[in-house]
């Protein structure tokens, strides 16, 4: 049995330890990785990236290098990705899958449909990417992304800015 001087001991340990716990009442930045595309004036993308920076005159884009656009150049902005990109990301993904799965069950030897690993990885290939295409394209339903007009109206841009400030300290 542990006596009283042990109890206490272990006891002020334990309080030492939790009273170093340090709590902060600050708002902690998360990083951001917001995506998206900008528009011109005319509708023609100007660029694409992940924001960088926003200040009441530019927007920065992170992408191969760091761009920054002018508030009174942009048309509008278009958050997230666009749809095609869950296409080929989900045919891509079922190819891949489907090349695997069905060229490792192939048995050139079988009675009704023999196939070899190869004519397996074709077939499963292209079914594969068909269904993978088919499930990316019914992701496109729970997308949301949004469309902010800007059209180079700095009262516009100001709303744009307070919305994507809201989403990064969330």
Same mark, same amino acid.
């Given at each position: 049995m542990?006596?009283?001087k042990q109890q206490i001991r272990i006891t002020a340990l334990l309080f030492f330890f939790m009273s170093n716990i340090s709590v902060s009442a600050q708002k902690e930045i998360k990083k951001h990785n917001i995506f998206i595309r900008v528009y011109n004036l005319d509708g023609k993308m100007i660029s694409k990236g992940r924001i960088a920076f926003l200040n009441d005159s530019?927007?920065?884009? !992170?992408k #191969? !290098? #760091?761009i920054e656009i002018s508030i009174h150049d942009i048309g509008f902005i278009k958050?997230?990705?666009s749809p095609g990109n869950n296409i080929i990301i989900g045919a891509a993904t079922g190819a891949a899958l489907g090349a695997v799965l069905i060229a490792s069950s192939s048995s050139p030897n079988d009675w009704?449909?023999?196939y070899t690993p190869a004519e397996g990885g074709l077939i499963g290939g292209f079914s594969g990417a068909l269904v993978g295409g088919a499930l990316g394209g019914i992701t496109i339903l729970f997308k949301h992304s949004s469309t902010y007009i800007i059209n180079g109206d700095l009262e516009k841009w100001q709303?744009? !800015?307070s919305m994507i400030e809201k989403q990064i300290f969330k």
């Open positions: 542990k006596t009283i530019f927007i920065g884009l !992170k #191969n !290098k #760091n958050t997230k990705q009704i449909f023999p709303v744009f !800015k």
